[in-house]
C-alpha cells in the first residue's frame, strides 16, 4: 500500500509520523554510533590524540588530521546517493508502466464495447460481459505477478491473488481451473481475449471493418509490453555487488565514525550528537533506497496494487452501463451560431449546469436565444 501522508511545503505531523518511516531502521545503528562516541570521549577525557604516547604514530597523524575520514565519507555519501537514485528511478518507472498497462487494456475493453454498437447479433451481451471478466482476471493476475514474480520463480505455486475480480464466478469451472493450474496465466487471458474477438468477428458481433478491428490486437500488445517492461522491475534486482560494496562502506563508516568524531569534538555530547547524526543521515537514505527498488513488493512504501484492481474494475464496470452507451444529443437551447459561442452566456461551466434544477442554461442566457440561434446557424447553412 502507499502511504498516505499531508501534502505541502512543510507539515510537522509528516515527521512523527511512523507508518512507512525508514527512522524505525536507522535510530539503531545511528544510537549504537552516538553512544559509542559518547563512552570514548568520556573515557579519553579532554586527552587529544597529538599527545598521547601510548597510541601508535600513524594512529595519531589519522586522528589529527581527518582528511582520509572525510574522503572515506564523501564515498559513502556517493554510493548511498547514486543507490537511492536509481531506486527512485525504478520506482517511478514501474509506477508509469502500469499506468500504461491499465491504460490499454482498458482501451482494449472500450474499443471492442464501442465496435459491438452496431451488431444486433445475440451474442452480443455475453461478448461484452466476458470481454469484462477477461480484462479484469487479466489485470489482477498481472499485479499478481508483478508482486509475487521473478527470476525462477513457478506462478502456479505461489499464494492464490486477492485482487477483486469483476464477478470471477460467472465465468465456467473449466476456464478457472486452466487458469489456476497454469504458469503464463498473463499470456494465457490474452490469447483468450484475442480468440474471444475473432469469435465475435464470425459471429457477426464485431461489424467494424477489418483495418480498425487490428487496433485491438495492437492496444493488447501495447498493453502487454508495458507488462513486461514492469515486470523487468521485478525480475532484475539492484545489482548485488553495489549492493554488498554500500553496507560494507556502511558498516566501516558506523565503526570508524565514533572514533574520528571524540577526537575533535568538545565533550561527549557533542560527541555523540555528530556521530548520531552522521550515521542516521547516510543509513535513512540507504534505507530509503532499499524501500523503493521495488515498488511491486509487498512493504508499504510501495503502489497499492488492491486499489489499482478496484479502480480498473469500476472502469471496467463503466462499460456496460446503459447511460455509456447512450451517444448524447443536443439539446433545445443549443446555440448553433458560431458567433454567438464566444459569449459569456455562452461559456457556461460544470458548476452552472450541473448546480441548475433542470441542469438548463444558467441565468442571463434566455431559452428564446437558443431556439433562436438555432435558426440562425440553419439559415446560414
Same mark, same amino acid.
Given at each position: 500500500m502507499t502511504v498516505k501522508y499531508s501534502k505541502g511545503f512543510f507539515r510537522p505531523s509528516n515527521l512523527i509520523k511512523l507508518q512507512g518511516s525508514v527512522f524505525w531502521y536507522s535510530t539503531a545503528p545511528a544510537l549504537a554510533c552516538g553512544l559509542a562516541a559518547a +563512552?570514548?570521549?568520556?573515557?579519553?577525557?579532554s586527552t587529544s590524540a597529538d599527545t598521547s604516547s601510548s597510541v601508535d604514530e600513524y594512529l595519531v597523524?589519522?586522528?589529527?588530521?581527518?582528511? =582520509?575520514?572525510?574522503?572515506? !565519507?564523501?564515498?559513502?555519501?556517493?554510493?548511498?546517493t547514486f543507490r537511492? =537514485?536509481?531506486?527512485?528511478?525504478?520506482?517511478?518507472? =514501474?509506477?508509469?508502466?502500469?499506468?500504461?498497462?491499465?491504460?490499454?487494456?482498458?482501451?482494449?475493453?472500450?474499443?471492442?464495447?464501442?465496435?459491438?454498437?452496431?451488431s444486433s447479433a445475440p451474442e452480443k451481451q455475453a461478448f461484452q460481459h466476458t470481454l469484462v471478466?477477461?480484462?479484469?482476471?487479466l489485470h489482477a493476475v498481472s499485479l499478481h505477478q508483478l508482486q509475487v514474480g521473478g527470476d525462477g520463480v513457478n506462478i502456479s505455486k505461489t499464494p492464490h491473488p486477492r485482487h477483486h475480480l469483476v464477478d470471477a464466478i460467472g465465468i465456467d469451472q473449466n476456464t478457472i481451473q486452466a487458469l489456476r493450474d497454469e504458469e503464463c496465466r498473463?499470456?494465457? +487471458?490474452?490469447?483468450?481475449?484475442?480468440?474471444?474477438?475473432?469469435? =465475435? +468477428?464470425?459471429? !457477426?458481433?464485431?461489424?467494424?471493418?477489418?483495418?480498425?478491428?487490428?487496433?485491438?490486437?495492437?492496444?493488447?500488445?501495447?498493453?502487454?509490453?508495458?507488462?513486461y517492461s514492469a515486470y523487468r522491475v521485478t525480475e532484475v534486482p539492484f545489482p548485488f555487488p553495489y549492493v554488498q560494496a554500500t553496507d560494507f562502506?556502511?558498516?566501516?563508516?558506523?565503526?570508524?565514525?565514533?572514533?574520528?568524531? #571524540?577526537?575533535?569534538?568538545? !565533550?561527549? %555530547?557533542?560527541?555523540?550528537?555528530?556521530?548520531?547524526?552522521?550515521?542516521?543521515?547516510?543509513?535513512?537514505?540507504n534505507f530509503i533506497a532499499a524501500e523503493l527498488e521495488n515498488p511491486f513488493n509487498q512493504t508499504v512504501n510501495v503502489l497499492d496494487m488492491n486499489q489499482l484492481q478496484t479502480e480498473f474494475?469500476?472502469? %471496467?464496470?463503466?462499460?456496460?452501463?446503459?447511460?455509456?452507451?447512450?451517444?448524447?444529443?443536443?439539446?433545445?437551447?443549443? +446555440?448553433?451560431?458560431?458567433?454567438?459561442? #464566444?459569449?459569456?452566456?455562452?461559456?457556461?461551466?460544470?458548476?452552472?449546469?450541473? !448546480?441548475?434544477?433542470?441542469?438548463?442554461?444558467?441565468a442571463g442566457a434566455p431559452h428564446e436565444l437558443g431556439m433562436g440561434s438555432m435558426k440562425i446557424g440553419a439559415d446560414q447553412q
Open positions: +563512552i570514548l570521549k568520556a573515557v579519553l577525557g597523524t589519522v586522528l589529527s588530521n581527518n582528511i =582520509g575520514y572525510a574522503a572515506y !565519507g564523501t564515498l559513502a555519501i556517493f554510493l548511498v537511492t =537514485g536509481k531506486a527512485y528511478d525504478r520506482f517511478w518507472n =514501474g509506477a508509469n508502466y502500469i499506468k500504461s498497462m491499465q491504460a490499454e487494456y482498458f482501451v482494449t475493453a472500450s474499443n471492442l464495447v464501442a465496435f459491438c454498437r452496431a471478466r477477461l480484462l479484469s482476471m498473463v499470456e494465457l +487471458i490474452v490469447q483468450w481475449i484475442q480468440s474471444l474477438t475473432v469469435d =465475435g +468477428i464470425k459471429t !457477426g458481433v464485431c461489424t467494424i471493418p477489418p483495418p480498425i478491428l487490428s487496433r485491438i490486437f495492437q492496444n493488447l500488445s501495447n498493453g502487454l509490453t508495458s507488462y562502506i556502511l558498516l566501516i563508516h558506523i565503526v570508524v565514525t565514533p572514533i574520528i568524531i #571524540q577526537s575533535f569534538s568538545a !565533550g561527549p %555530547l557533542w560527541s555523540g550528537i555528530c556521530s548520531f547524526l552522521t550515521t542516521f543521515v547516510l543509513w535513512s537514505a474494475n469500476k472502469r %471496467l464496470i463503466l462499460l456496460l452501463k446503459l447511460h455509456t452507451n447512450r451517444v448524447p444529443t443536443l439539446s433545445d437551447s443549443c +446555440i448553433m451560431d458560431a458567433d454567438l459561442l #464566444q459569449e459569456p452566456f455562452a461559456n457556461a461551466s460544470f458548476k452552472d449546469v450541473w !448546480g441548475s434544477p433542470g441542469c438548463g442554461r444558467h
